[in-house]
């Protein structure tokens, strides 16, 4: 098991958050209607008026409608669908430097969602949002060092940005930190601290590192020989649904 940005677990863009955002912290006149009348909360639903409403909203420099323009623009809510326009307005609302939206068009870059797949683009986001301790940031752009998307391959990097991530508490980024130990990618090969990364996963609910421990626990390797234990953690890994661990 190896990170990618494909991982069990990927940090990707919440891509129908228009009505989340439309209605986050927004005061405006013209973005309460546009909420409105996307929803048809209160008002009879008209993606056209959704659209002219919070376009002045995002033309006043509203953050969160700038953003949802972008949205709209990319799935063709109330405008004719245009990714050019779609992109500049995603670019407008990350520049006014908030941590989420950056993450967002970081997602959208990398998979080429609505924009055009650009891996150097989604690095440069991904690193603005996860200089903000965006903890999903983070471990994207450790995912990106890890493959050599937009970057050269560094597996210090990969390693660098899943500690940050890791010290949030974020499970994935814990279980990889395992993974490079076991596998001394990046580190000097230590199963006494891949065992101790991968319990931190564990005990969060990550199948993948629960697995992990049952090979550590049967083969004693990081860890003292255990057959109790380590049949333990391939039945929470299997009850988890990682299937591997079903046949151990």
């Known amino acids: 098991m190896g990170l990618s940005c494909g991982l069990a677990i990927p940090a990707t863009a919440d891509l129908g958050i228009v009505s989340k955002l439309m209605n986050k912290g927004i005061a405006t006149t013209q973005a309460t209607l546009g909420h409105m009348y996307l929803t048809g909360d209160g008002i009879s639903q008209d993606d056209v008026k959704a659209f002219e409403k919070t376009k002045e909203a995002a033309d006043r420099g509203r953050v ?11 799935n063709g809510i109330g405008v004719r669908q245009n990714y050019a326009k779609a992109t500049e307005w995603y670019e407008k609302a990350a520049k006014q430097g908030n941590a989420e939206i950056q993450y967002n068009l970081g997602t959208l870059y990398q998979n080429g969602e609505g924009i055009p797949q650009d891996y150097y683009k989604a690095v440069e986001w991904y690193r603005k949002s996860a200089d903000q301790d965006f903890v999903l940031a983070q471990y994207n752009l450790a995912a990106m ?34 993974d490079m130990y076991e596998t001394g990618k990046g580190v000097e090969l230590n199963n006494t601290k891949a065992a101790e990364w991968y319990l931190k996963a564990a005990n969060q609910g990550i199948a993948e590192a629960q697995n992990s421990l049952g090979l550590m626990y049967f083969e004693g390797r990081g860890v003292e020989q255990d057959n109790v234990k380590s049949q333990e953690w391939y039945r929470k890994s299997c009850d988890n649904g990682y299937e591997p661990s079903c046949d151990e």
């Open 64 to 74: 969160f409608s700038q953003y949802a323009l972008g949205e709209m623009y990319s």
């Open 145 to 178: 060092y890890y493959e050599g998307q937009g970057v050269s391959q560094d597996y210090a990097e990969t390693l660098k940005w899943l500690r940050k991530a890791a010290a949030q508490g974020y499970a994935a980024a814990q279980n990889n930190i395992g």
